[in-house]
């Protein structure tokens, strides 16, 4: 037989323990990721000013006479 709504809606509720110990395990995790996280950020974000950096240097920075007098 299916089960009613009202058997769902009465039934008990579920409780689970935790330890402390076990939920500051979980959190040092999640903050040892999220460091993880800013870390591979930061570091993608220096890659790419290097890499602006460096364009900007050979657009400002004439290639030859030629091009200097020129503007090509």
Do not use: C, W
């Not at 935790?18 to 890659?47: G, T, W, Y």
Request: avoid cysteine; proline fraction near 6%.
């Amino acid at each position: 037989m299916y089960p009613s709504l009202l058997d769902s809606f009465f039934s008990p509720p579920t409780i689970l323990v935790v330890s402390e110990e076990r939920l500051r395990k979980v959190e040092l995790e999640q903050k040892k990721r999220q460091h993880a996280q800013i870390e591979d950020q930061l570091s993608n974000l220096a890659d790419y000013e290097n890499q602006l950096r460096l364009e900007i240097e050979k657009l400002e920075t004439p290639q030859s006479l030629e091009e200097a007098l020129t503007g090509e």
